[in-house]
C-alpha cells in the first residue's frame, strides 16, 4: 500500500522509548523525517538517518510551542506522552486527590498544549492529522488508577471536538486506545498494584500480565509494539483520509463498541 508518507514531516511527542520509539521508527520505514520529543534526554541519542531528537516537557506551553515553531512543514503529530499516578487506585480514595493534577497536566493538559501549538501550522497546510494517544481505561471506568482512567475519557472527548473543529481545515484528529502493551508504563501499574492489591502480592510481572489478558483480553494476547506502530501509520495514511474524531481501539477485544 501506497501510504502518500514517504518525505513528509511527522512530530511524535513521547518518542523515548514504548510505543512512541516504535511509532517513531514506522514514520521512518515509510521514509518520513521525524522530529522525536521527549522530556528524557536519551530521545537525543538516534542512530537512525532523518531524526532529530528534542528534548521538552509538554506541560511547559512555551516548549511545546517552540518544538512546533521549530519543526518546519510538519504534516502529521503523535502525541504518545502519558504517566499514571503511581497509586493503585482501587478504591479511589486510596489516590489522594493531590496526585489527580499531575496525571491530568501532563496527559490533558500536554495534549492540549501540543493541540494549540500545531493545530494552526496543520490548518495552514490545509491537511495532516493529529494523533492522541488514549487507552481502553477511560473507556470502561477502569479503577486501576482513577486519574489516569479520568485523563484519557477527557482526551477521547477532546478528539472529538478537535476534529470537529479543523475537519473544515482538512486535517484530522484520532485516538488509538491500546490495550496490554509490554512498556515501562504497563510494568507501573504491576508495582503500584503489588503496593495495593492483596490478590497480586507475589506475583511477578509476568504472571500479573498473562492473568490479567486471561480477564479482559477476547483475543487473549499481548498488543505488539508493531501492531501498535502499524495502525498509527494507517491513520496518518491517505488511506484514512475519511477517519476523523475517531478512537480506534488496539486491544484484542477489550472493548467493543456497538
Ligand atoms: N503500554 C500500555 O499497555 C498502554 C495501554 C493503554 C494506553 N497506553 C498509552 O500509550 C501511550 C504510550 O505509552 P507507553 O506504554 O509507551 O508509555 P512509556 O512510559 O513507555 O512512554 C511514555 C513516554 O512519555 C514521556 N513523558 C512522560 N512525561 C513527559 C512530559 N511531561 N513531557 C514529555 N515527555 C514525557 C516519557 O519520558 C516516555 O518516553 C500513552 O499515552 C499510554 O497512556 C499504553
Not at 104 to 126: C, I, K, Q, T, W
Request: proline share 4%; charged share 15%.
Amino acid at each position: 500500500m501506497d501510504t502518500g508518507l514517504n518525505g513528509k514531516t511527522v512530530v511524535v511527542i513521547g518518542a523515548a522509548r514504548g510505543i512512541g520509539r516504535a511509532v517513531a521508527d514506522a514514520f521512518l520505514d515509510e521514509g518520513c523525517d521525524v522530529i522525536a520529543a521527549d522530556a528524557d534526554p536519551s530521545v537525543l541519542k538516534q542512530s537512525r538517518q532523518r531524526v532529530t531528537g528534542k528534548v521538552i516537557d509538554v506541560t511547559n506551553l512555551q516548549q511545546v510551542e517552540l518544538l512546533a515553531s521549530e519543526s518546519g512543514d510538519v504534516s502529521h503529530v503523535v502525541f504518545t506522552v502519558a504517566v499514571g499516578s503511581g497509586h493503585y487506585g482501587f478504591p479511589f480514595w486510596n489516590v489522594p486527590p493531590v496526585e489527580w493534577a499531575r496525571v491530568l497536566e501532563v496527559n490533558l493538559m500536554g495534549a492540549v498544549h501540543v493541540a494549540h501549538a500545531f493545530a494552526p501550522l496543520l490548518a495552514s497546510r490545509g491537511d495532516g492529522s493529529l494523533l492522541f494517544y488514549v487507552s481502553v481505561a477511560g473507556q470502561i471506568g477502569s479503577q486501576t488508577d482513577p486519574p489516569y482512567s479520568a485523563s484519557k475519557a477527557a482526551l477521547i472527548n477532546f478528539t472529538q471536538c478537535a476534529g470537529k473543529d479543523l475537519a473544515s481545515s482538512g486535517v484530522r484528529v484520532n485516538a488509538i486506545a491500546p490495550g496490554m502493551v509490554k512498556t515501562d508504563l504497563n510494568q507501573a501499574v504491576w508495582e503500584s498494584s503489588r503496593g495495593g492489591a492483596p490478590d497480586q502480592q507475589g506475583q511477578t510481572y509476568e504472571q500479573w500480565a498473562a492473568e490479567k489478558i486471561r480477564r479482559v483480553s477476547p483475543l487473549g494476547r499481548w498488543q505488539e509494539l508493531d501492531e501498535i506502530a502499524a495502525t498509527t501509520v494507517f491513520l496518518a495514511s491517505d488511506a484514512a483520509r475519511n477517519i476523523t474524531g475517531q478512537t480506534i481501539n488496539i486491544d484484542g477485544g477489550q472493548v467493543m463498541h456497538s
